[in-house]
């Protein structure tokens, strides 16, 4: 079992940067991800990362976000530039045991999220 707390959401203009960070309560051998939901919309893939730290992204995101993560810490890292209307969501950190997956029925620990707004 492992708990994770996402940091770091905020209000942010369009274009502009955000970083957020999800912090697991122990040291894990877990594949990490990152999901978002918009209102009346269904939870979508964001990006993920393996534990050794191979990554894969949503098109949407590709080339404007970055998924890290610093295993000493137990953290997983989501930077996040150009930043557009449209990304505005509650992100969600989740993880799984085994690779990356893109899908939310693979990942059994989720955070409680954190809401990232972004203004036009």
């Known amino acids: 079992q492992v708990q994770l707390v996402e940091s770091g959401g905020g209000l942010v203009q369009a274009g502009g940067s955000l970083r957020l960070s999800c912090a697991a309560s122990?040291?894990?051998?877990?594949?990490m991800g990152w999901f978002r939901q918009a209102p009346g919309k269904e939870r979508e893939f964001v990006a993920a990362?393996?534990?050794?730290?191979?990554?894969y992204y949503s098109d949407s995101t590709k080339g404007r976000f970055a998924i890290s993560r610093d295993n000493a810490k137990n953290t997983v890292y989501l930077q996040m530039s150009s930043l557009k209307p449209e990304d505005t969501a509650v992100y969600y950190c989740?993880?799984?045991?085994?690779?990356?997956?893109?899908?939310?029925?693979?990942?059994?620990?989720w955070g409680q999220g954190t809401q990232v707004t972004v203004s036009s």
């Open positions: 122990r040291r894990s051998f877990y594949a």
């Open positions: 990362v393996n534990y050794g730290g191979s990554t």
């Open positions: 989740a993880a799984k045991e085994g690779m990356r997956a893109t899908v939310t029925s693979a990942y059994p620990y």
